[in-house]
């Protein structure tokens, strides 16, 4: 083997461990926001709230909740981590097949990860009532 099938390997190696570690953590802060929420909806003795419900019109309100300990704030981050996590194994692939010089793997990626950023704008924007 030369060095360069050498050094790609080692690189290959780093980023499959780093995509191993942000999936685990992901999963495993989802797990545990979802479980606080859970545990604080019943110990308020309130029912879940309606989808319309679980909007928070600022970061403000958001973090005020979140620090008042109210479930719908630890379950909505939980959400947002759940989303966030597969985003962000999309975003460290578009960066390994540009460091590997791939570049048509970096398009299909780096369309694949716009198009998961346009959804979650449109999603957010236009707030669709499903519920």
């Known amino acids: 083997m030369t060095g360069d099938d050498d ?3 080692i690189e290959a190696t780093f980023i499959n461990r780093v995509v191993s570690v942000i999936l ?3 999963m ?3 797990t545990a926001l979802y479980l606080i929420g859970l545990v604080l909806m019943f110990t308020e003795g309130k029912e879940v709230p309606s989808l319309s ?3 928070f ?3 403000g309100s958001f973090f005020s909740s979140l620090l008042s300990l ?3 704030a630890f379950l909505y981050l939980g959400t947002v981590t759940l989303i966030l996590t ?3 194994r999309v975003f460290i692939s578009v960066i390994a097949f540009w460091k590997e010089k791939d570049f048509k793997y970096v398009g299909v990626t780096a369309i694949v990860f716009l198009v998961i950023m346009i959804s979650v ?3 957010s924007v236009f707030k669709l009532n499903v519920g």
């Open 7 to 9: 050094k790609q390997k």
């Open 57 to 59: 019109h600022s970061f």
């Open 24 to 26: 685990a953590t992901g």
């Open 121 to 123: 704008v449109v999603g």
């Open 86 to 88: 597969p985003v962000s």
């Open 28 to 30: 495993y802060t989802t």
């Open 53 to 55: 419900e679980q909007y």
């Open 70 to 72: 109210h479930a719908r």
